[in-house]
């Protein structure tokens, strides 16, 4: 993939400073991205959100989830093995990751939980009122009358 220039945006643009950070992070996203564990992302109705990560082999105390400044970041560390056990067959991945997602300034997390090896965290929209849309009122000109065309 090639190299996009995104300096004639940052030229006719104000205030979108974190819009085009997020387009130059994913520009400069090297193929090799990591994708351990595997993870969906599901919209749940209109506001709500759901990241659904495979992580078994983890327990709760394993897994760090932190949230700041518009990052959720879902870290956990590679346990400890037992030096007895001698696998002939290893498929079930253990090791360390770290996965950290951009959320937009109106989405909140709002939990985590761990169930069957999945960890689900859930997040939702939250639209400020002033940010919602309104109906805008139309006045007439001082002085005039609004005239019922259906009356007359």
Known sequence: MGHFDLTPLYRSTVGFDHLTRLLDSAF???????????YNIAKIGEDHYQIILAVAGFDEADIDITVQENKLEIAAESRQEDEEVQYLHRGI?????RHVFQLADT????GARLNNGLLHINLEREI??????????????KGAKIVDHKAA
Do not use: C, D, N
Request: net charge positive.
């Open 28 to 38: 400069l996203a090297q193929k090799g991205e990591p994708s351990y564990p595997p």
């Open 93 to 97: 991945a253990g090791r360390s990751f």
């Open 107 to 110: 989405v909140k997390v709002l």
């Open 128 to 141: 400020p009122e002033e940010a919602r849309p309104r109906k805008i009122e139309i006045t007439t000109a």
